[in-house]
């Protein structure tokens, strides 16, 4: 997502997105929609456990977040370890981080479990590893860890080895799959993905036209999550349209869908244009990025005119055209003068 529409990315790492899994419910949905294993069908919030406990080791404890949930799945315990890879570069050691991670885990379970030697019936949990990650560059770090092992593949089942899933947010989903999907994860994977402020509003509206799988304490939990993660103002504008129903979306889409699809381009055009002017004008380069904001500003302000007008040309009610357009009673009277 640009950079003008994000908060801080330690706010998303280290809060937002461990807030948002640390609801079961959102987190079930991420192993049953998109993990998709046959194992997972039956598990429920009730199954599931928090463990309120990080594995992260010191070397990585600035970079990192992890969520670890236990569960009981056929009489048998597994432990999912949920690591958040939102860095702006790939880490190539990956795969040996989890290996330490899980081992890790088993270390302490078995420490706990304080199993006797001469038990025949040991049983450890199965521990499922997950990572997600946002950044920019498309992951392409080995998913299976003998593929980091010197000649792994010649050793065959006498070396450890295992998977993990990976999500990788801006690159293994298309905005159409994740619509189709219509589950609280995709809806968030549509939001986190690196678009303009003008494709986050028009996916905000998809999410109220078309995701109506979502239940109101997953809408509450997604307007959570983009208020944290997301710009004041565009963060605001967001929740309001979340709020609203969807025969006023389907409205308000009708009514300035060119415009929204317009709006940027022109607010970057008339923004450089002037930027340059201005720059050159001044002889700095403080001009130009001075000019480019002013711009932008300027475009913004033409396209919520043109929204007006467009909107009163279809007798909309006034109160509506200063909800969707921001615009005062005085500069709406003044357009509809002006179409007279």
Do not use: C
Request: charged residues 30%; hydrophobic residues 40%.
């Amino acid at each position: 997502m640009d950079n003008n529409i994000k908060k801080d990315i330690n706010n998303i790492h280290d809060k937002s997105y461990k807030d948002l899994y640390s609801n079961k419910q959102v987190f079930l949905d991420l192993v049953k929609e998109m993990v998709n294993a046959p194992w997972s069908k039956e598990l429920s919030t009730e199954d599931l456990t928090l463990i309120n406990k990080s594995y992260i080791a010191s070397d990585y404890e600035e970079q990192e977040s992890d969520i670890v949930y236990s569960a009981n799945i056929n009489d048998g315990e597994v432990i999912f370890y949920v690591l958040l890879e939102f860095q702006s570069t790939i880490d190539y050691r990956m795969p040996l981080r989890l290996f330490f991670y899980i081992s890790e885990i088993l270390r302490e379970y078995a420490k706990n479990a304080n199993h006797k030697k001469s038990d025949r019936n040991i049983k450890i949990p199965a521990v499922v590893p997950i990572v997600l990650y946002n950044g920019q560059h498309k992951w392409d770090v080995p998913t299976r860890f003998s593929d980091i092992v010197y000649n792994g593949q010649i050793f065959g089942h006498n070396i450890v080895d295992f998977n993990y899933d990976i999500f990788d947010v801006n690159h293994d989903y298309t905005k159409e799959e994740l619509i189709e999907t219509k589950s609280i994860t995709s809806a968030i994977f549509l939001l986190d993905q690196k678009v303009s402020p003008v494709e986050f509003l028009n996916r905000i509206k998809a999410i109220v036209l078309f995701f109506d799988k979502l239940t109101p304490k997953e809408m509450q939990v997604l307007k959570h999550w983009i208020k944290n993660s997301v710009e004041e103002g565009l963060a605001e504008e967001a929740v309001e349209i979340l709020s609203a129903s969807r025969e006023e979306v389907e409205t308000m889409v009708a009514s300035n869908a060119f415009i929204l699809t317009e709006m940027k381009e022109k607010a970057k055009a008339e923004g450089r244009k002037q930027g340059i002017e201005q720059g050159i004008e001044q002889g700095i380069e403080q001009g130009i990025e001075q000019g480019i904001e002013q711009g932008i500003e300027q475009g913004i302000e033409k396209a919520k005119v043109e929204m007006a007008k467009e909107m009163l040309k279809d007798n909309e009610p006034i109160e509506k055209i200063i909800r969707y357009s921001k615009l005062s009673v005085e500069q709406i009277k003044e357009i509809q003068n002006s179409l007279k």
